[in-house]
């Protein structure tokens, strides 16, 4: 258990309004993800952070913000959502000390956008 | 462009049986490669990773194999159960970039009593 806990879980909610999903992690990594799944397709890179205040864009990065105001916490935000982003979001932490480069992730948070 | 590919997309296998799953890739210079297993619902977790000089490593009944020249890897699921069924995904990652991973689209597992 790599300690990553992502909230919430589902959420349903209309084109247009502004979502956030939070990563929480226990462990003080440096390196946090945003991915989003969707079928067909592998894991995609929407943003990442390698410390507080230290962010950079992935792959997919359109209509997405990120936040990290502290180690423990990184906020994805859909600005507008649409239905293009409904999908599976999954958080990730890069392990370190022996587990250097391996990625845990979280549980997933499942985002539905009528 | 960095790319991943995973086949078959899908299979379905009996309870006990051995199957295998491919994986080619283009990305260059490598670093390393990962398999997840990712069951309904859940995130992936990680199976193996194997780095440029690894030829084979196993964990439990699941065994991977690096062609580091030909740039293949296998995962080989031995004596199959009913809670193999899942999603399994490579992952590649390259040297100057760690952190940009390459990910396949997976293989679903069906493991059928």
């Known amino acids: 258990d790599a300690g990553i806990t992502q909230s919430p879980r589902h959420k349903v909610t209309e084109t247009g309004t502004p979502v956030t999903l939070r990563c929480h992690q226990t462990?003080?990594?440096?390196?946090m993800y945003w991915y989003r799944q969707d079928p067909g397709h592998g894991l995609r890179l929407i943003h990442y952070?390698?410390?507080?205040?230290?962010?950079d864009k992935g792959e997919v990065s359109d209509g997405y913000s990120v936040s990290r105001s502290k180690t423990e916490d990184f906020l994805l935000t859909l600005e507008s959502a649409t239905s293009s982003q409904t999908s599976v979001y999954f958080c990730?932490?890069?392990?370190?000390?022996?587990?250097?480069?391996?990625?845990?992730f979280g549980e997933g948070s499942r985002l539905t956008v009528l | 462009k960095n790319q991943v590919e995973q086949s078959p997309q899908s299979l379905i296998i009996l309870e006990g049986k051995n199957c295998t799953l491919q994986?080619?890739?283009?990305?260059?210079?490598?670093?390393?490669l990962r398999w997840y297993k990712q069951d309904t619902g859940r995130g992936p977790v990680s199976l193996t990773i194997?780095?440029?000089?690894?030829n084979t490593k196993s964990n439990g009944r699941y065994t991977a194999t690096l062609d580091a020249d030909t740039k293949q890897s296998s995962l080989h699921i031995t004596a199959s159960q009913l809670s193999d069924s899942a999603s399994y995904i490579c992952?590649?990652?390259?040297?100057?970039?760690?952190?940009?991973?390459?990910f396949g689209a997976g293989t679903t597992v069906t493991v059928r009593a």
């Open positions: 990730a932490i890069k392990g370190q000390g022996p587990d250097t480069g391996e990625l845990f």
């Open positions: 462990e003080n990594h440096r390196y």
């Open positions: 952070s390698y410390g507080v205040k230290d962010t």
């Open positions: 994986c080619n890739y283009t990305v260059s210079p490598f670093s390393n």
């Open positions: 194997m780095t440029f000089s690894e």
């Open positions: 992952v590649v990652s390259a040297l100057s970039n760690d952190y940009k991973l390459s």
